[in-house]
């Protein structure tokens, strides 16, 4: 297998950037009794990840509103600072995408879950210049599909015209791992930079 890979597929959060909202609600709400609940019934992952699936930003926050009006500042803060959530790019692994790019041995691609929304700011951010650099990117929001969906996964595959016997998908989460092996496209779970150089040496993938 490892002779035949023509294609890598990166996720973007998490792999390439590093995106995290307790940048902006560990001050936000510094109490971390009330910040665990904050997360775990307002404004959770899970309502988080419907605007990755194409949910405007604006129905959602009012439908949280609407449901917890004693947050309203907090709930209006998860979208209205959010690019105050966006760390750094993670560099190793940056370089690593340089590399493979570099080498004109392989597509690059991303497939990530992403508000339709948001998107476009992160890509207008001068420290995330390397989102210009893919074939091709498919952001859940825009398509109304979401990994861990196979339908995200079978779209990825079809636009670019990707042969998944020959291609590699790289994400952080083990959920999307599972989904993506389950379609035929083998997958790498990203926990750091070196562990993903090793990962990708080992399929003869060197850089």
């Known amino acids: 297998m490892s002779n035949q890979i ?4 990166f996720d973007l ?3 390439l950037i590093d995106w995290n909202p307790l940048y902006v609600f560990k001050n936000l709400i510094p109490d971390e009794a009330r910040r665990k609940y ?4 307002v404004c959770t992952t899970q309502w988080n990840e419907k605007q990755d699936g194409g949910v405007l930003i604006e129905t959602a926050t009012d439908e949280r509103i609407a449901l917890f009006p004693e947050w309203e500042l907090e709930i209006r803060a998860y979208y209205g600072r959010w690019v105050e959530m966006l760390g750094e790019p993670l560099l190793g ?3 690593i995408l340089k590399k493979l790019i570099d080498s ?5 691609y991303a497939l990530t879950n992403w508000s339709s929304e ?7 951010i001068e420290r995330f210049h390397f989102l210009h650099w893919f074939e091709g990117v498919l952001v859940s929001g825009e398509e ?7 339908e995200i996964f079978e779209l990825m595959l079809s636009r670019y015209n990707i042969d998944r016997t020959k291609a590699i998908f790289i994400d952080d989460n083990i959920r999307n791992v599972h989904a993506s092996n389950a379609v035929g496209l083998s ?6 930079s070196e562990s993903l150089a090793t990962d990708l040496n080992k399929l003869g993938i060197l850089i």
Do not use: W
């Open 144 to 150: 109304k599909l979401i990994k861990p969906q196979p």
């Open 6 to 9: 023509n294609t890598i597929i």
């Open 13 to 15: 959060g998490g792999v």
């Open 93 to 95: 692994t940056v370089e």
């Open 104 to 108: 004109s041995d392989y597509s690059v």
């Open 187 to 192: 997958a790498i779970h990203f926990t750091t």
């Open 38 to 41: 904050f997360f775990e019934e």
């Open 118 to 124: 948001t998107f476009p700011i992160a890509k207008s």
